[in-house]
């Protein structure tokens, strides 16, 4: 039998956070990411040219590569949980309207028929 393990404290942590916190805090990391791996692809073509071992400037390069894309899928992520917010936030804006709409041509009607309802 398999013992049941408790989920990590971080993870209810992101899974509370809104789309919105995630979205300002993915955003700048991720672009943070792309800049080190960037800075790290650049220094390994620096190491091939000035003909360091290759196990040296290749290692190198597939780690900058590695950040970089996983940078790259932060940025997505990031986009996404945008989309999301700024679609809930519309969505809101418009129940709302529609809810206001809907209780003046309530009250209009109610006042129509002398404050009768039904």
Do not use: D
């Not at 916190?21 to 000035?50: N, Q, R």
């Not at 894309?69 to 997505?76: C, K, R, T």
């Amino acid at each position: 039998m398999i013992p049941k393990t408790s989920k990590p404290p971080g993870q209810k942590l992101v899974k509370r956070m809104s789309s919105r916190t995630k979205w300002m805090i993915l955003g700048p990391l991720s672009t943070l990411f792309l800049g080190y791996g960037l800075c790290v692809f650049s220094e390994a073509g620096h190491l091939k040219h000035t003909n360091a071992p290759f196990r040296q400037w290749f290692l190198m390069g597939t780690y900058s590569l590695i950040v970089i894309n996983g940078a790259l899928v932060m940025f997505g992520q990031a986009v996404i949980f945008r989309i999301q917010y700024k679609y809930r936030q519309e969505m809101r804006r418009k129940l709302k309207k529609m809810q206001k709409e809907w209780e003046t041509a309530l009250k209009k009607k109610n006042a129509a028929q002398g404050g009768k309802f039904g």
